[in-house]
């Protein structure tokens, strides 16, 4: 049973626990929110005051995001909060190194121009209904290795790209994480584990490089000096396309399509959830429908902002359930305190000096947790049927495997001697299949829906063991 509700959707609780309450929904979602333009900065080649605008950008995307998602008429109505998406970080990375020579602003001129055409499809699936026929073969056999997927996949980023720069540093947010999660037991502690750990292991690195014990070449030095010259108050005028008009180029939307696909599954279980959590019905189709389209809506204009993938945030749903405070408006109360968070330039200069090491200690535990619910979500599926075995086993293996031979071999698919739609249709299917989600989803897909199955086999209808 959902535990009894505080204050339901409709109710508007008293200003100051309104306000209270809207400002731990961010709290909530800033680690996550923040580390996803952590990444996509230095991968593109950022420096720090860019980088600093990445962030700036993202929160003002993600909060006019959840006032969409939050609105009855445009999107699903629910309390659910939308944050920056890790689905969109294998897609990214493909857009990242087919431009990156460009500089920074030309790769995100690009995701931006993915981002406007896959969310208009997006908002056309979901505001069409079609959203409705396509969830009948997304199964858990299919949600399952997709999730998988984008969780293990990103090991490397999280190891190799960040936590082996200085491993005293990760080793330490890793072991942090895992205490205020699992040991400690404060529910205060427990929900922001993440933020806590990094904030801890932050201020030692600082008292460190202050003391000249850590040097500018020292992995986890911090600087301080990007921070006194970045804006108190970011200009108004770049919160439209401030990275320059956004660009469109078949590979890099097939690229960012494969993002869709999986961030449209993942929200589809957090309306459930949300309901679940809510103390309300099961979301109907209609309210799907909204949903889903207002994702779209929201990622073409995160593309607009200059900002990045958005979704409905999981671990904002598990701070319904633990507070009892469903309430819309206080959803809305927390975008409106991001979207003034996005203004503070000071701020997200700050951000924007964390080492690298401290960032993959967070991305081990993070980027580990969202494998395992992977796993989680096939605890809907028969996984004593050899049939379920097989396809899990084949499409998880094939989106670990595939994507490396793809990359390694793009003149089988991008031949120069080709014609030009041939050339440009084989770019196409090389930034799809060098994505492990993508390889994942359409493996599992076709399997799936072509092998005989039970609906109790293949896990529809059915809810996680322990519900």
Known sequence: MARQMVYGINDRPPLFITLLSGAQHVLT?????????????????MDALQIASLISCVYFGMGIATLIQTSK???????????????FIPSVMTVIALYKAAGPEAVMQYMGGGL???????SFVGYSRIVGYISRVITPVVIGPVIMAIGFSLAGTAVQGNAANYWPASLAVVVLIFLFSLVLRNKYINIF????????????????SLKGIFTPEHPAYINLGRVSEAPWLRDVKNVIIPWGAPKFSFMAIAAMLAGFFATMIESIGDYHSVSYASGVDDPDSETISRGIGAEG?????????GSVGTTSYTENIGLIGLTGVASRVVVRTGAVILILMSFVGKLS????????????????AL??????????????????????????????????????WVEAN????????????????GGMVWAVLKTPMAVAGLCAAVCDSLIPGTDEERGINVKPRGI
């Open 410 to 425: 793009q003149t089988l698919f991008m031949n120069d001697a080709q014609g030009q739609v041939m050339h440009t249709i």
């Open 349 to 364: 200069a700050l951000i924007a000096t964390m080492p690298s090491p401290i960032i993959g200690g967070a991305y081990i």
């Open 116 to 122: 406007i055409v896959g969310g208009l499809i997006l």
């Open 193 to 208: 584990a993440i933020l806590l750990a990094i904030v801890l292991v932050y201020l030692v690195c600082l008292g460190l």
């Open 29 to 45: 979602l800033f680690g996550s929110t923040t580390l996803v333009p952590l990444i996509f900065g230095p991968a593109m080649g």
């Open 73 to 87: 008429k445009l999107g699903s109505g629910l309390p659910i909060v939308q944050g920056s998406s890790f689905s």
């Open 367 to 404: 980027f580990g947790t969202i494998g395992a619910m992977g796993i989680q979500v096939l605890m809907r599926a028969d996984m004593s049927s050899q049939r379920n075995i097989l396809i899990v086993g084949f499409a998880f293996l094939m989106a670990m495997g595939l994507p490396g």
């Open 297 to 305: 809506l929201c990622c073409a204009l995160s593309g607009v902002f």
